[in-house]
């Protein structure tokens, strides 16, 4: 199985690699008007305090946190392609394989596997320009609910105007590399439904953008035994906004999440709901000249975010509380070093707080 996955990945690398060639040598590529490739490489380091080092175990590492190969391909003035693969930890995984279509100029048909429009910080930052490390505890919730990230499906939208996009996404909902195949069982946990997302954007002006999006989700197993029969619907309406002071260096992000899962997915006599906050900011300042001693340092900054999770609103101390903050060295446009420290606070009695320092070197190709 592993010598299989190694010719799988020696195959992708070679082909990234012809094909580079072929356009260093301006040798027309068939079928297409322009193709265009890119990558990224990032190695993380994590010191997790919750974790006790001992003969059996360790509590710091290095790992490969993303290691991605993107090629995208124009076909006509109307037609263009994405694949996107991540071959961290010699195992090949398909990220992004999108086709795109324009409709009546500004407008455009996707389909594929992809990112559904959820929550900004989620869908419109590449994981190669986060303000921190890694994407918030909101991101995560709501990855893990299936409401956001890759999902399969197909997406319509375009902008409304100068200032406004919409988009109206229908998905299987089972998550990143999640087929729903018609005529399989629904015993499973999938193939029971599918989620519908929608979103709307708006351009304040040149520093404020403002976004609001919706999902609706069906989940669980169905059963023909009513008893065992626990398919529901999770929702959730979601604002967010963007505030850029380009000339200060300054970014800030942030929303809020109110959803709700239904009783028949969880087994409960009633509807539960949950509530999710984020705010993280980044300040950047370019330096005047590159420091040819430090690798060609040309920038230095700074971010801190706090994020807040509410998962069960009739449970009581339930919630948890996360700060993260650390500096960033960038090295060029598209090379950086950030140092992030992170903070769990459970707010159940008892809970002891969780303390990591999480560091990532990124490199975008």
Same mark, same amino acid.
Request: glycine share 12%; net charge negative.
């Given at each position: 199985m592993r010598l299989s996955g190694t010719k799988w990945l020696l195959s992708l690398v070679l082909f990234f690699f012809i094909n580079h060639t072929l356009l260093a040598d301006d040798i027309e590529i068939k079928n297409a008007k322009k193709w265009s490739f890119s990558g990224r490489v990032q190695m993380q380091h994590l010191y997790d305090s919750n974790t006790d080092a001992d003969a059996g175990r360790t509590n710091q590492g290095f790992r490969m946190r993303r290691v991605r190969l993107q090629t995208s391909v124009k076909m006509t003035d109307f037609v263009s392609g994405k694949i996107q693969f991540d071959i961290r930890d010699n195992a090949p995984v398909l990220k992004d394989a999108e086709g795109e279509i324009k409709l009546f100029g500004e407008g455009y048909f996707r389909?594929?596997?992809?990112?559904?429009?959820?929550?900004?910080?989620?869908?419109?930052?590449?994981?190669?320009?986060?303000?921190?490390?890694?994407r918030s505890a909101?991101?995560?919730?709501?990855?893990?609910?299936?409401?956001?990230?890759?999902h399969v499906g197909v997406e319509i939208g375009g902008?409304?105007?100068?200032?406004?996009?919409?988009?109206?996404?229908?998905?299987?909902?089972?998550?990143?590399g999640i087929r729903e195949t018609a005529g399989s069982t629904k015993s499973d946990d999938i193939?029971?439904?599918?989620?519908?997302?929608?979103?709307?954007?708006?351009?304040?002006?040149?520093?404020?953008?403002?976004?609001?999006?919706?999902?609706?989700?069906?989940?669980?197993?169905?059963?023909?035994?009513?008893?065992?029969?626990?398919?529901?619907?999770?929702?959730?309406?979601?604002?967010?906004?963007?505030?850029?002071?380009?000339d200060a260096g300054l970014d800030?992000?942030?929303?809020?999440?109110?959803?709700?899962?239904? $009783?028949?997915?969880?087994?409960?006599?009633?509807?539960?709901?949950?509530?999710?906050?984020?705010?993280?900011?980044?300040?950047?300042? $370019?330096?005047?000249?590159?420091?040819?001693?430090?690798?060609?340092?040309?920038?230095?900054?700074f971010a801190a975010g706090f994020s807040f999770i509410d998962p069960n609103g009739d449970v009581e101390k339930d919630e948890a509380s996360y700060v993260r903050f650390g500096?960033?060295?960038?090295?060029? $446009?598209?090379?950086?070093?950030?140092?992030?420290?992170?903070?769990?606070?459970?707010?159940?009695?008892?809970?002891?707080?969780?303390? $990591?320092?999480?560091?990532?070197?990124?490199?975008?190709?």
């Open positions: 389909f594929g596997q992809f990112k559904v429009p959820v929550w900004r910080e989620e869908f419109k930052r590449s994981s190669g320009k986060l303000l921190l490390v890694e909101v991101a995560g919730f709501l990855d893990g609910m299936l409401l956001s990230a890759r902008e409304l105007g100068e200032k406004a996009g919409f988009a109206i996404n229908y998905s299987n909902g089972a998550g990143e193939n029971n439904g599918k989620m519908f997302a929608g979103r709307l954007d708006v351009e304040l002006s040149e520093a404020i953008e403002i976004g609001i999006s919706a999902v609706s989700n069906t989940l669980g197993n169905e059963i023909a035994v009513d008893s065992l029969d626990n398919t529901g619907t999770v929702t959730a309406i979601a604002p967010d906004f963007g505030f850029y002071l380009k800030i992000e942030g929303g809020a999440v109110f959803g709700s899962v239904s $009783k028949d997915f969880i087994g409960s006599a009633d509807n539960t709901s949950f509530m999710l906050l984020d705010l993280t900011g980044r300040w950047m300042k $370019k330096l005047a000249t590159a420091n040819e001693n430090f690798g060609g340092i040309d920038g230095i900054g500096p960033e060295f960038y090295f060029g $446009k598209n090379t950086r070093i950030q140092l992030n420290g992170e903070i769990e606070m459970p707010a159940a009695d008892g809970a002891d707080s969780i303390f $990591k320092i999480r560091s990532q070197f990124t490199v975008n190709l």
